[in-house]
């Protein structure tokens, strides 16, 4: 399932996004990618690692967990540090499916990517081309957001980015391991969590219903989550 979280980063993030990656140094983005996934590969990313790079992810990370939506689907255990991409002049990304496991560079920790999240920067306007299209059980879906919104999609699936034909796409990329492995087990917990959060705008927190409902998600948490 693909899930949209819009708004994850104000006009104002995003003009300093702007300010910061304009400065920054941009290197080829093989450097990230697996042996299969480097071979289809053409862009190029901010440098791992670098001041500029852990400071705007921090950002979105911290913009992330604000969002009940984004923790709400997502359920995330580890969220490896974002990255950043930009393709322009025809540059692409071929398909391919992400690495399973992620090791985050200079510490010992290792993240399994169960959910893929990408972040887009520039508005669509802006540039021509540069479409996610994710292929998941319902066939091909093209993704292309508005600036400030981030798409979660499962990094199970085979995935591509069409070439940028006009100006420049800009994005954050990263993956997260969930507290729910399961995508059936985690879809079914997002549904019956925004199914309790409309009921409760209807009935009130104290309805009996939906304090049962919440225990009832709490309790499926339980049998499902890692923590
Ligand atoms: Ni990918």
Redesign the pocket.
């Known amino acids: 399932m693909l899930i949209a979280i819009p708004d994850v980063l104000s006009t104002e993030q995003l003009e300093y996004f702007r300010s910061v990656m304009e400065r920054s140094e941009w290197i080829d983005g093989k450097v990230t990618a697996g042996e299969q996934?480097g071979a289809v590969k053409k862009n190029s990313q901010l440098k791992e690692g670098s001041p500029e790079a852990r400071e705007l992810g921090e950002i979105i990370l911290g913009a992330l967990s604000q969002s009940s939506l984004f923790v709400s689907a997502a359920l995330p255990l580890k969220i490896f540090p974002p990255l950043f991409n930009r393709y322009a002049g025809g540059q692409h990304?071929g398909t391919?499916v992400?690495n399973a496991i992620r090791a985050i560079p200079g510490t010992p920790v290792r993240v399994r990517t169960d959910l893929?999240c990408t972040l887009f920067l520039t508005e669509p306007d802006s540039y021509d081309g540069g479409e996610l299209v994710v292929e998941d059980n319902y066939g091909a879906q093209e993704v292309k957001l508005p600036a400030g919104h981030m798409v979660l999609y499962p990094s199970t699936s085979l995935?591509h980015v069409k070439p940028v034909t006009r100006g420049a796409r800009v994005a954050s990329f990263f993956w997260l391991q969930s507290m729910v492995r399961d995508g059936g087990q985690r879809t079914l917990l997002f549904d019956l969590d925004q199914n309790i959060q409309r009921l409760s705008a209807e009935l009130g927190l104290t309805h009996p219903n939906v304090v049962s409902l919440t225990g009832i998600y709490h309790n499926l948490i339980r049998c499902w989550a890692d923590a």
Do not use: L, Q, T
């Open positions: 996934s990304f391919h992400d893929s995935h």
